[in-house]
């Protein structure tokens, strides 16, 4: 419910300051990015659900060397799709969009420069998800829900206010990024700071 409800709110946001500052046209480019982005963070997402059972089993074994083991491969096999994923999204960019939209469509020129920017937030999404899905199972709600909560809303909300104030447009497709190395911060903050408490 709580993850619906985000999710609204901050695309009911994205519409209302695309139609300030572009118009219809801005609503529609929107629309082709987070198409793209939710395609790669279904990457990371899946595969943070899928090593979450792995890892609350050795938390529960306290077996601390694979746990140490197991993270450290899943912070690899995150890296190494992060990459790749915005490689293939900044190289393939007008391809993708021409998905949705003619190049001699006005919402064609504005999705290509939006996506291209906002391509800079998978070098981040991934490892967020994943700090999100590790405390998860490792039994620690409290803060899987902070890092969630901070990461999907209370970070956009801020960068989504100030950054079109400062940037116009261009600060509408820097709102993600942003948001997502705020989160990013706070996600290593977590990490380390819980690191010898779990022993990973």
């Not at 993270?71 to 190289?91: E, H, P, Q």
């Not at 001699?104 to 391509?119: D, F, K, M, S």
């Not at 700090?131 to 890092?147: D, P, Q, R, Y």
């Amino acid at each position: 419910m709580a993850t619906a409800l985000v999710t609204g709110i901050v695309t009911l946001m994205f519409n209302w300051t695309m139609l300030r500052y572009v118009g219809e046209d801005g609503v529609a480019a929107v629309t082709i990015i987070m198409y793209v982005l939710m395609f790669a963070s279904s990457l990371y997402t899946g595969y943070s659900y899928g090593v979450a059972p792995m890892l609350s089993y050795c938390y529960g074994e306290q077996s601390d060397g694979k746990l140490k083991k197991l993270v450290a491969v899943s912070l690899k096999v995150i890296a190494g799709i992060s990459l790749v994923t915005a490689a293939a999204s900044f190289l393939l960019t007008e391809p993708l969009v021409s998905i949705f939209a003619r190049p001699e469509n006005p919402v064609y020129e504005l999705a290509v420069t939006g996506n291209r920017i906002c391509t800079v937030a998978l070098f981040f999404i991934g490892f967020n998800i994943f700090a999100s899905g590790m405390f998860t199972a490792l039994s620690n709600g409290v803060v899987s829900a902070v890092l969630a909560f901070s990461r999907s809303f209370v970070f956009m909300l801020i960068t989504m206010i100030v950054l079109p104030l400062l940037f116009g447009v261009n600060g509408i497709w820097l709102a993600t990024p942003v948001a997502e190395l705020m989160a990013l911060a706070l996600s290593a903050f977590m990490f380390f700071r819980y690191r010898g408490r779990y022993g990973y």
